[in-house]
DNA sequence: AAAGTAGGTCACAAGGTCAG
DNA sequence: CTGACCTTGTGACCTACTTT
């Protein structure tokens, strides 16, 4: 990082409040609700919430809920592409 | 550019349908296409794809299946000198 | 001169890694 | 499983060069 650069050009993780560290999937986010959805979409189905399906998420809770944390990822807009979960269901060649 | 210049009087690009801005490689492709065969010649051979081999290149995937964009990339014509006939006879997909 | 492309550059994001 | 850090590919922009 350059001297004088500013360490958080991207503002706040629109999931959890946490400082952003770029774009990733198509929203600013920290780099653990990025690696939170990189992991949730083979799986993200399965995530239930145990507490009434409102959960603010904070950096200092976000680990609490994974089912409203992944749905406040899907809201904010996070995708990867969006047709490869068809495709990925065709066989390989 | 000067002033009243149509942005992009090359049309799409061949390969993904994004916008094209110039004949590269002797193909109407996008900056994209274009970086990505020039990267793609020395390690082509090893791209597999992980779909069935009948991917749509898409702005939005391009970059999910090397080899169907690379296939593309040879069946529409882009090539590099006479480097070009090796490759083909090679494996792909 | 103008027009146009090959190849270089590098900030940026995707996906991988692995200690905790 | 998490998330700070790492590696690698991407593509918008740039320069150098050719052609007319």
Redesign the interface.
């Known amino acids: 990082m350059p001297v004088g650069a500013i360490p958080f050009p991207f503002g706040d993780c629109r999931i959890c409040n946490d400082k952003a560290t770029g774009v990733h999937y198509g929203v600013a986010t920290c780099e653990g609700c990025k690696g939170f959805f990189r992991r949730s979409i083979p799986k993200g189905e399965k995530y239930k919430c145990f507490f009434g399906g409102q959960c603010v998420i904070s950096p200092q809770n976000r680990n609490r809920c994974k089912a409203c944390r992944f749905k406040k990822c899907l809201d904010t807009g996070m995708a990867i592409?969006?047709?490869?979960f068809q495709?990925?269901h065709?066989?390989?060649?």
Chains 1, 2 share one sequence.
Do not use: A, V, Y
């Open positions: 592409d969006g047709m490869i495709i990925l065709s066989k390989s060649c």
